[in-house]
């Protein structure tokens, strides 16, 4: 079995510029790994931070998946916009990690269930003081000042 190493979709593009071919792979990483071993550990670069994200165990994403964007959504709109403006960024944001089954109209909302998952926590983040309960119907606006929520525990 060959180990997987994930790198970021930056270091990656830094990689395809700097780097030469890895023609020899092992050697490179057993050059970087002796280079690492010499550097005081003071002097290494922090490990990257690691995916506040869970896995997506049931092949959609979760409703906390949503909370990042919609508050960025609302910031580039001023701290408030319209429930069809909100669905369309997120779409056009988030469209490329949608999955069938995030796709999939549910019967109860008949609503794809993706939009149903950013109304929870859009409810959620209204609970928790990030957006406002008392805007208007059909407006998501964030509370002012809206704290930062940038990890969602339920």
Avoid: Y
Wanted: aromatic residues 6%; charged residues 30%.
């Amino acid at each position: 079995m060959v180990p997987v190493v994930r790198i970021s979709d930056q270091t990656w593009e830094a990689m395809k510029t700097l780097a030469l071919p890895f023609e020899k792979p092992d050697e490179l990483i057993a050059r970087a790994m002796a280079h690492l071993a010499a550097t005081p550990a003071a002097e290494r670069p922090a490990a990257p931070a690691k995916p506040q994200q869970a896995p997506r165990s049931l092949g959609h994403l979760r409703s906390t998946d949503f909370t990042q964007p919609i508050q960025d959504c609302l910031r580039e709109a001023g701290g408030r916009e319209t429930v069809p403006r909100v669905r369309a960024w997120l779409e056009r944001r988030m469209g490329h990690r949608f999955t069938d089954a995030d796709r999939e109209i549910l019967p109860t909302a008949k609503e794809p269930r993706w939009w149903k998952n950013a109304a929870w926590e859009r409810n959620r983040l209204a609970r928790a003081g990030v957006i406002r309960d008392d805007s208007p119907r059909g407006i998501w606006e964030l509370a002012d000042p809206a704290p930062a929520l940038r990890s969602a525990k339920h």
